[in-house]
């Protein structure tokens, strides 16, 4: 099957996350950005389960995406016996590689459903990439959408600057972007003054992903410490602070990577817009609050370490929650395909989602 692509009126992507090739998955290690590019093939379930635990992969639409290929894989490989525990295996295992991003479970629960509809492995082969396949390219389709909704609602007419936490570009989803994609259409319509993308301790997301990949595509970046997003706010330069998403709850708070509700605090003192933008797979409904979301902590040799080059002693404690929530009240729009939540609340959220 073809790699999902743009349709023919859109500009290439450019970079992507992963390649599919009906019997194997290739992953972009995302890890070894930006100073080496190196795809990693897989051949089976465990594999990709393994590559988002370790962050080979990372972004909440791209994560889902591979566990669909995942499953897909599962099929591929599995055994003419006992084809179907094999497969609900696969399902099981990816869904306790990460547990808060939510559009991995969505993706694994479509997958699931497809493949109770299956009579035979070779029906199951058949089914369940091509869903893995559709599941990529509506991803892709959603970010176009997403774009749209939020230039619109931007409603800009001169050029003027961005603040963005972490990566939310072709690298996290299945092409182009959320927030960044938001930034890429921006940039197309010649309505962007300058990009400032926050580091993002500890695994840096911001420098090695998001301002390579701005970079690589002529995007005007900025490389900033997260510690002085104040200050670039102070300046009265930024207009909207946009981000992404890894869960948003009934009530519009949303969990994403650290340090994002620290912005959203700072936004809302220097009169900034801050936009949330992701696909409607994000949106968890079943939950109330973000104080229902499961915040994934990580070990603190990310944080005491840079690459295995110590920063701090072996022996001090670390706090290293992987997303922090920041609270509805502090968002002005959430942004997806079906359409945009202006100052987000139960009713707003309901409205667009039921």
């Known amino acids: 099957m073809p790699e999902p692509t743009h349709s023919s009126d859109q500009r290439a992507i450019g970079t992507v996350a992963m390649r599919w090739h009906d019997s194997s998955l290739e ?77 991995l479970f969505w993706a694994l629960q479509i997958m699931e459903k497809e493949f109770h509809g299956c009579q035979t492995l070779d029906e199951a082969i058949t089914r369940l990439a091509a869903k893995a396949v559709q599941i990529h390219r509506e991803d892709l389709s959603a970010n176009l959408a997403m774009a749209d909704y939020a230039l619109e609602f931007m409603a800009a007419d001169t050029p003027f600057s961005v603040l963005t936490h972490c990566n939310t570009g072709a690298l996290a989803t299945g092409g182009y972007g959320t927030a960044l994609g938001v930034i890429r259409r921006l940039h197309e319509k010649q309505l962007l003054k300058q990009v400032y993308a926050d580091e993002t301790r500890p695994w840096l997301q911001g420098s090695r992903l998001t301002a390579w990949e701005l970079a690589r595509d002529g995007i005007p970046v900025t ?34 990577k ?90 707003g959220m309901r409205v667009l989602f039921g």
Request: proline share 5%; hydrophobic share 45%; charged share 20%.
């Open 27 to 103: 992953l972009l290690d995302q890890r070894l950005l930006p100073t080496e590019e190196h795809w990693i093939t897989l051949e089976g379930a465990s594999g990709v389960a393994q590559c988002i635990r370790d962050m080979v992969v990372r972004g909440a639409p791209a994560i889902g995406i591979s566990a669909a290929y995942g499953v897909a894989l599962a099929a591929r490989h599995a055994g003419a016996g006992e084809w179907k525990a094999e497969i609900r295996h696969a399902i099981s295992e990816l869904a306790a590689s990460r547990p808060t991003a939510v559009n």
């Open 223 to 256: 490389l900033n410490a997260d510690g002085a997003a104040a200050a670039i706010l102070a300046r009265g330069e930024v207009k909207w602070i946009v981000v992404g998403a890894d869960r948003i709850t009934a009530n519009g708070d949303v969990a994403n």
């Open 258 to 347: 650290i340090g994002t509700y620290s912005l959203a605090v700072l936004a809302r003192y220097h009169r900034v817009g801050f936009m949330v933008v992701a696909p409607s797979s994000t949106v968890d409904m079943s939950l109330a609050s973000g104080k229902d979301i499961p915040i994934e902590e990580r070990e603190g040799t990310e944080v005491r370490q840079i690459k295995g080059i110590p920063i701090a002693p072996d022996s001090v404690d670390v706090f290293n929650p992987v997303f922090d929530v920041t609270p509805a009240s502090l968002i002005d729009a959430i942004v997806t395909e079906r359409g945009v939540v202006h100052n987000p609340d139960i009713t």
